[in-house]
């Protein structure tokens, strides 16, 4: 399988841990985006990686989360001190965007990391 | 005023019906357009692009109104597979982010 892959599927901590997602692009996709999703509601962008380097990071996204994608390939994306409200399905997503294009393509999706904190 | 808001659904179709989805947003600065389906508790797949000239691929048909800031998506012939919620994407130059609409769930009954 060469689509997006993410790893845990299904995540079930207690408020005040930490967890940590990864995620695994299509292998020659250059950029790689961070969303989360609750039910009834579009995802909501994160934050997104052109290689290696962190390009934008939502405002919305507190200083408990972070992402790193260290060798441009894989990600993964924490999440400390859990709280309740963080409860929802963390989805990645990879594009690619070649020379010296602008704007944005097709991105492709992973299955998600659905986490679940009491 | 949220900046992408769609049709509130939910459509609820014949088989063979022809079916309009309508989104708009809110940055006019916006480029790069998109339609998205997404099953129940599955990822969103891409379903087409949105260019400005308008675009078509089989059964799926997708405008764009700069003017208006208006994106539509009119499925014709429906299946049971269409049934999904169709999510209108939307690169937002200013935020520098995706944004994507609440979306619309369509049921095609039989």
């Known amino acids: 399988d060469t689509g997006v892959s993410q790893d845990p599927r299904h995540k079930i901590t207690k408020r005040g841990q930490n967890v940590t997602f990864r995620c695994d692009p299509i292998s020659e996709h250059n950029r790689l985006y961070w969303y989360r999703q609750t039910l009834g509601q579009g995802p909501e962008f994160l934050t997104y990686?052109?290689?290696?380097?962190?390009?934008?990071k939502s405002r919305l996204l507190s200083d408990r989360f972070s992402a790193e994608r260290p060798k441009g390939s894989f990600s993964t994306l924490e999440i400390q001190r859990t709280e309740q409200g963080d409860s929802a399905m963390y989805l990645c997503?990879?594009?690619?965007?070649?020379?010296?294009?602008?704007?944005?393509?097709?991105?492709?999706f992973g299955p998600g990391t659905r986490l679940t904190v009491t | 005023r949220k900046e992408v808001e769609q049709d509130p659904g939910p459509f609820n179709v014949p088989e063979g019906a022809t079916v309009a989805f309508n989104c708009t947003y809110s940055n006019s600065a916006s480029q790069s357009f998109f339609w998205y389906r997404q099953d129940c508790r599955k990822e969103p797949k891409l379903l087409m692009s949105v260019y400005s000239s308008g675009n078509e691929d089989g059964r799926f048909t997708a405008q764009l109104n700069r003017a208006s800031q208006y994106i539509s998506l009119l499925i014709r012939d429906s299946k049971l597979s269409d049934s999904a919620t169709y999510l209108c994407v939307v690169w937002d130059n200013y935020g520098q982010n995706f944004v994507f609409g609440p979306g619309t769930r369509l049921s095609v009954l039989p």
């Open positions: 997503a990879s594009s690619f965007r070649g020379g010296m294009k602008t704007g944005h393509d097709e991105q492709y």
């Open positions: 990686f052109q290689n290696e380097a962190q390009l934008e």
